[in-house]
Antibody, heavy 119, light 108 residues
C-alpha cells in the first residue's frame, strides 16, 4: 500500500523558516514525480511545488519561487520542502501528493501538516 | 498560467439526483491532463478522474468525466449520501499546475 506521511509543520513567526518532510512507502520512490499542495484554512487547493523522480527538475508557483525549495532523497524515500521568509499568507495545511505518472493524475495524497505563520 | 473556473459554486441536490459540474480553462489544457478531486471535511483530496475522462482505481462508475480542450464536465449520475463534498478540477499538463476554486455539492 502506498503511504505518504507529512511532518514538520508548526507555528513560526513571519520571516522565519520551516522544513517539511514527506515520508513515503509502498512504491519505487525514484520512479515518480512528487508535489506539494497547500490549502489555507477554509480555502481551496493551491499547488506549491513539484519535482521529477530523479530530482533533476523542479517547479514552483510564483507565490513561493525564491523562498521555498523542494528536494528529495531517493535513498531515504523522502520528499522535503524548505520554506524560508515565511509570510502570514503561507499559513495552510501542506499536502504531499504522488504523481501517478503517464498522465494518470496525483494519487495518493498525505493527510497534511499544518503551517501557521503568526507573531 | 492556466486559470480554471468552476461552476456552479454550490450545487444543492437530493440523493438520487444527477450532478453536473463544469470546469473551464483559460487556455487549452495540454494533453487533456485534467483531473477531478473530491474532498470531504477533514480529509485529503481523493483523485476521481484523470485525463479528463478516465476513472481512477476504485472510483464508482456513477462518476464520469468528459470534455477536451478548455471545457470539461464531471457528472455524478445518481448522488449517494457519501458524494456530498467539494469537487476540484486541476490541470496538470502545464506548470504552474492549477486548481479550480471548487464546487460544493450539498444536500438540498
Amino acid at each position: 500500500e502506498v503511504q505518504l506521511l507529512e511532518s514538520g509543520g508548526g507555528l513560526v513567526q513571519p520571516g522565519g523558516s520551516l522544513r517539511l518532510s514527506c515520508a513515503t512507502s509502498g512504491f519505487t520512490f525514484n520512479n515518480y514525480a512528487m508535489n506539494w499542495v497547500r490549502q489555507a484554512p477554509g480555502k481551496g487547493l493551491e499547488w506549491v511545488s513539484g519535482i521529477t523522480g530523479s530530482g533533476g527538475t523542479t517547479y514552483y508557483a510564483d507565490s513561493v519561487r525564491g523562498r521555498f525549495t523542494i528536494s528529495r532523497d531517493n535513498s531515504k524515500n523522502m520528499l522535503y520542502l524548505q520554506m524560508n521568509s515565511l509570510r502570514a499568507e503561507d499559513t495552510a495545511l501542506y499536502y504531499c501528493a504522488k504523481d501517478s505518472g503517464s498522465g494518470r493524475g496525483w494519487h495518493p495524497w498525505g493527510q497534511g501538516t499544518l503551517v501557521t505563520v503568526s507573531s | 498560467e492556466i486559470v480554471l473556473t468552476q461552476s456552479p459554486g454550490t450545487l444543492s441536490l437530493s440523493p438520487g439526483e444527477r450532478a453536473t459540474l463544469s470546469c473551464r480553462a483559460s487556455q487549452t489544457v495540454s494533453g487533456n491532463y485534467l483531473a477531478w478531486y473530491q474532498q470531504k471535511p477533514g480529509q485529503a483530496p481523493r483523485l476521481l478522474i484523470y485525463g479528463a475522462s478516465s476513472r481512477a482505481t476504485g472510483i464508482p462508475d456513477r462518476f464520469s468525466g468528459s470534455g477536451s480542450g478548455t471545457d470539461f464536465t464531471l457528472t455524478i449520475s445518481r448522488l449517494e449520501p457519501e458524494d456530498f463534498a467539494v469537487y476540484y478540477c486541476q490541470q496538470y499538463g502545464t506548470s504552474p499546475f492549477t486548481f479550480g476554486p471548487g464546487t460544493k455539492v450539498d444536500i438540498k
